[in-house]
């Protein structure tokens, strides 16, 4: 099973600052016969589902506002938020889907400072 | 607009059976892939499994000998039953659009405690 892993596991930015959150799977998810890396990236806020934000590693969903952007190929993967609002506070997962089971990272809190 | 709705009892009791139904709207229940995703309590998402309409299924290792998942095209609805239950399978349960790729579409979740 791939396993993936997320650091930090909290962080606290201030309002309009810039917010990483880093991503790491134990093996490649990148596929090479068609070059994608099959990883995607969910922000799940208190008391709702998580919402898909991000596929292909970069890919952003529609309707997701483009503060929100997907880097990294192989094993490392980088979420960016380029200018944090009050409304992205929530809890972030990655999740591979190279391989099943699926597989989740733990999930990064992210806070306003 | 795709639709999930999870349903079923939100309290079992230790080593008995967890059933849960979604019911699909807004799409045929043969256009995709159909997951589980559970949440325990302030903690992080768990893959359960997914379930194609011919039958095609794939579980999460740690969960496989004790789920069951099932499609109902005459219902639009999709199921999932685990087995000899205890207190580490309270969690919220959802049911997800998708299982081969990224997971788009989500119920909003059902609250299940096992406790006698």
């Known amino acids: 099973d791939i396993v993936m892993t997320q650091s930090p596991g909290s962080l606290a930015v201030s309002l309009g600052e810039r917010a990483t959150i880093n991503c790491k799977s134990s093996?490649?998810?990148?596929?090479?016969?068609?070059?994608?890396?099959?990883l995607a990236w969910y922000q799940q806020k208190p008391g709702q589902p998580p919402k898909l934000l991000i596929y292909?590693?970069?890919t952003r969903e529609s309707g997701v506002p483009d503060r929100f952007s997907g880097s990294g190929s192989g094993t490392d993967f980088t979420l960016t938020i380029s200018s944090l609002q009050a409304e992205d506070v929530a809890v972030y997962y990655c999740?591979?889907?190279?391989?099943?089971?699926?597989?989740f990272g733990p999930g990064t809190k992210v806070d306003i400072k | 607009q795709v639709q999930l709705q999870e349903s079923g009892p939100g309290l079992v009791k230790p080593s008995e059976t967890l059933s849960l139904t979604c019911s699909v709207s807004?799409?045929?229940?043969?256009?995709?892939?159909w997951s589980w995703v559970r949440q325990p309590p302030g903690k992080g998402l768990e893959w359960i499994g997914y379930?194609?309409?011919?039958?095609?299924?794939s579980y999460n290792t740690s969960l496989k000998s004790r789920v069951t998942t099932s499609v109902d095209t005459s219902k639009n609805q999709f199921s999932l039953n685990l087995r000899s239950v205890t207190a580490a399978d309270t969690a919220v349960y959802y049911c997800?659009?998708?299982?081969?790729?990224?997971?788009?579409?989500w119920g909003q979740g059902i609250l299940v405690t096992v406790s006698s």
């Open positions: 997800v659009k998708g299982g081969k790729e990224w997971l788009r579409t």
């Open positions: 807004g799409t045929s229940i043969s256009s995709d892939y």
């Open positions: 379930i194609y309409h011919s039958g095609t299924i």
């Open positions: 093996q490649s998810i990148l596929y090479s016969s068609n070059n994608k890396n099959y």
């Open positions: 292909w590693a970069s």
């Open positions: 999740q591979q889907y190279y391989s099943t089971p699926l597989g």
